[in-house]
């Protein structure tokens, strides 16, 4: 009978225990009231239109502005070349010699046949002469005139040929020396002495000569700054670029651009630009240089600074701040590169808030503290 009670009194206690726990474990699911997290405070910058001067810098070559080549123009044997190589030399400066007695051979025989024909045009003159009074007296024909006319008029012309033929031959004798068209820098022979030269082929070219006192600065852009640089150059705007060596050092004095390509290169999608250099201080062509594009200039450009893009899946964005706190991400497309900003072709409008400082702390949904910053002047250059 005791332990019955016992037993009783044992389940009465679990019962109470199990209750109890029961109680207190749906006060632990009970939910509790969330706080908000305060706002972070983030740098903001009103986006207004400005113009913006752009200092675009590119990899160049320096090319001469004229590269010749030198061929014979009459063919034979080469004798000798009378230059150094690399060395510079002035126009008309011998280079090589082609054998010339063949060609003396051909002037003489030439000489000779004009000897000939002026003295059958003589023959004529005064068979012509002798006609004409005949013809008034009655004791010749109109067909004696005719044939004396003929016979002096072909005489003429052949005489001219002769002559002709004797200009030809005088000039392939000139020819044998081979001189230089342009002044400038001499580049190695392509034929020795001995070898057989034939006019019109590969086998008459000789050597090369490169302009060197103004050079080709040669580089490739992209199309959206090939704009640029032509609005610029096209508006009378004092457009050049600036040389520098690989050590910065300035080459010569600011080149202005002479060509823009009107078409797109196909296996680079670039524009080719040309600068004239003036080289009096005789800088090699060929050489890799810097080229610093000035004078080109954005007209109410929309710019922000580079740390305030993001980089996502879908490309770059901007965090824009409307006026009760809240940020959206806004998708943009970026133009040039000018030092520490960047132009935004696309996806802003003046007025914007855009977040510069505290990207990183943003958090989509909750609302920030914004505070403006002053805006930083540009600097510097990037391709």
């Not at 004009?114 to 009655?138: F, H, S, W």
């Not at 067909?143 to 005088?170: H, I, K, P, S």
């Not at 929309?302 to 824009?320: E, N, S």
């Not at 009760?324 to 802003?348: E, I, K, Q, S, W």
Request: proline fraction near 7%; hydrophobic fraction near 45%; glycine fraction near 10%.
């Amino acid at each position: 009978m005791l332990t019955r009670q016992r037993c009783r009194s044992a389940r009465r206690g679990l019962g109470l225990f199990t209750l109890f726990a029961g109680l207190a474990i749906v006060g632990c699911d009970a939910p509790q009231p969330m706080q908000q997290p305060p706002p972070v405070v983030v740098g903001v910058v009103d986006v207004q239109p400005r113009a913006l001067a752009l200092d675009l810098e590119y990899p160049a070559q320096l090319r001469g502005a004229r590269e010749v080549e030198v061929r014979a123009r009459v063919s034979g044997i080469l004798l000798e070349r009378r230059y150094e190589e690399g060395a510079r030399v002035a126009a008309g400066d011998i280079l090589f010699r082609i054998d010339p007695e063949p060609f003396r051979a051909a002037a003489a025989r030439a000489r000779a046949e004009v000897q000939v024909q002026e003295a059958n045009l003589g023959q004529a003159r005064r068979e012509r002469d002798r006609i004409e009074p005949l013809l008034e007296r009655n004791l010749a024909s109109l067909r004696d005139r005719d044939n004396a006319l003929a016979a002096f008029e072909g005489a003429e012309a052949a005489v001219a040929a002769a002559r002709a033929a004797l200009r030809t031959a005088e000039l392939d004798l000139s020819y044998t020396d081979v001189r230089a068209p342009i002044a400038g820098l001499t580049s190695r022979e392509v034929r020795s002495e001995g070898s057989l030269v034939t006019a019109g082929d590969d086998s008459s070219l000789l050597t090369y000569i490169v302009q060197e006192d103004r050079l080709y600065v040669d580089l490739s852009v992209s199309d959206t700054e090939a704009d640029l640089v032509r609005a610029a150059v096209d508006g009378g705007g004092s457009v050049a670029v600036n040389v520098t060596n690989a050590e910065g050092h300035p080459i010569g004095a600011p080149a202005p651009i002479e060509f823009i390509s009107p078409r797109i290169d196909d296996a680079t999608g670039t524009v080719g630009i040309r600068a004239v250099l003036e080289n009096p201080g005789g800088v090699v062509p060929g050489r890799i240089v810097r080229a610093h594009v000035t004078g080109v200039e954005v007209a109410n450009a929309l710019v922000i600074p580079k740390r305030a893009v993001v980089y996502g899946a879908m490309g770059p964005y901007v965090w824009t701040v409307d006026g009760g706190g809240m940020v959206t991400p806004t998708p943009v497309t970026l133009g040039a590169f000018v030092g520490n900003d960047v132009v935004v072709a696309r996806g802003l409008a003046a007025g914007n808030r855009v977040v510069v400082e505290g990207v990183l702390k943003v958090i989509p949904g909750f609302p920030v503290k914004a505070e403006p910053m002053a805006a930083e002047p540009a600097q510097g250059s990037a391709p």
